[in-house]
């Protein structure tokens, strides 16, 4: 999935990565981590199991301010008794397409055979990135429908 976002790269990587930017669009959680390779990384907020609820978490498999951010996933051990069978790989590549504009392009692939969220995320992640678009755009990510 590719669009254009009203901004520089490092806004939009600041609105990705940063707590802000991602508890208005990611359902209330935040990345914790060190983002950089071989690192461990949690999207953690309000769910099943209270405000701490580990959503998905995995390794960060490249991190490049403002440019590329590349990371394992795995469903949060709530949801899937197998979460660490579970995988996919998502990649966010960020790059200046003129005068504060951005071309951002998200790919989810690499999915571990029968990961029940594959399916769900040709509705979801266009949803995501058009909020994130908004909110750096205007300050306002979309209502989400319940």
Do not use: C
Not at 61 to 79: F, I, K, R, V
């Amino acid at each position: 999935m590719t669009l254009y976002v009203a901004a520089e790269p490092q806004q939009v990587w600041d609105a990705i990565t940063g707590d802000e930017g991602s508890r208005a669009v990611m359902w209330g959680s935040v990345l914790r981590g060190e983002l950089a390779p071989g690192e461990r990384y949690e999207y953690v907020g309000p769910g099943q199991d209270g405000d701490e609820t580990v959503h998905v978490y995995g390794e960060v498999l490249a991190a490049e301010p403002g440019a590329l951010l590349q990371l394992s996933e795995h469903p949060g051990p709530t949801y899937r008794e197998n979460h660490a069978e579970l995988r996919s790989r998502m990649t966010w590549r960020m790059s200046s397409a003129g005068d504060a504009l951005t071309k951002l392009t998200f790919t989810n692939d690499e999915w571990s055979e029968g990961h029940p969220a594959e399916a769900e995320t040709s509705d979801t992640w266009p949803l995501v990135l058009s909020s994130f678009k908004s909110w750096i755009e205007t300050g306002r990510a979309l209502p989400f429908p319940a």
